[in-house]
Each structure stands twice: as C-alpha cells, then as structure tokens.
C-alpha cells in the first residue's frame, strides 16, 4: 500500500507495460470517489476563504522565473501552513492542508493560466514530500 498514488483527478495511477495501462495495488475505486467528494467539499468551503492577496502573493513568486522549484515549494508550502492556522480544530491539520493545495492550485490556475503547469508539478512536489504519508493512511482507513 505505500506505492499507492491518489490522482488529482480521483483516479488510480497506472503505468504502461507492453503497451497495456497497468494500474498498482488494487484499489476499489469506489474508495478513491468517497475521499474525492469528501475533499472537493471541503475545499468548497475553503476556497471562499481564501483571500485573494494570498493568492496574488503566490501568483508573483511563481511569475518570478529566479525562484528554484524548492523555493517555490518553500513559498507554497508558507502559504499552506498559515491559512491552515485558521482552519478550526476539528479537522484534521493533514487533510486542512491536502485540501487548501489544491485550492490555491485552482485559484492560482485560475487567476494565471500560463501558470498552470509550474504550479501543478509545484503543488505535487509540495503534496508528495508533505502529505504522502497521510493520503496512504486515509486512503487505508477509507477501505477498512
């Protein structure tokens, strides 16, 4: 279970071997929707919380090409630990924090679409090197 990787899109992620879609550890994918719908909620109700100087912050650090990837990384990462501060404390701070990734992903996407593919490959940096552990855990805790 720790090869699994949960796809932006819900999806499971596969390879090709012989020219045939492979996909890894078998996953219901029944469990992937549930934790999808659950997250896409979630986010619903962040993304009104997200102020858009965060956001317009962001997108100026990512417009700067002198920036490395880590620090970009670095940056977005920032960003993501203090809106979870005002996240309430019923939620889990892992899921608060996968959750506004991806919210300011789209808001950023969204306010700068030439930057749509520095801030994707940026935001799945983030999310493997924080968050790996915790989406293998949920995805485990989903299936049981």
Same mark, same amino acid.
């Given at each position: ?37 659950? %997250? @896409? ?9 997200? !102020? &858009?100087?965060? *956001?317009?912050?962001? +997108? ?22 203090? %809106? @979870? ?9 892992? !899921? &608060?924090?996968? *959750?506004?990734?991806? +919210? ?41």
């Amino acid at each position: 279970d720790d090869e699994l990787e949960l796809q932006t899109d819900g999806n499971r992620s596969g390879h090709l071997q012989n020219g045939e879609l492979v996909f890894g550890p078998e996953v219901n994918e029944e469990v992937i929707r549930i934790i999808a719908a659950q %997250l @896409a909620e979630i986010g619903d109700q962040f993304d009104k919380e997200i !102020k &858009a100087r965060v *956001v317009n912050d962001l +997108v100026q650090h990512f417009l700067n090409e002198n920036l490395s990837g880590e620090e970009i990384t670095r940056r977005m990462s920032e960003a993501v630990e203090g %809106l @979870a501060r005002a996240i309430p404390s019923d939620m889990e701070r892992e !899921k &608060a924090m996968l *959750v506004l990734a991806m +919210v300011l992903t789209k808001k950023i996407a969204n306010t700068m679409p030439s930057l749509l593919q520095r801030v994707f490959r940026t935001t799945v940096n983030y999310i493997s090197q924080q968050l790996h552990n915790y989406i293998v855990r949920m995805v485990s805790a989903v299936r049981q």
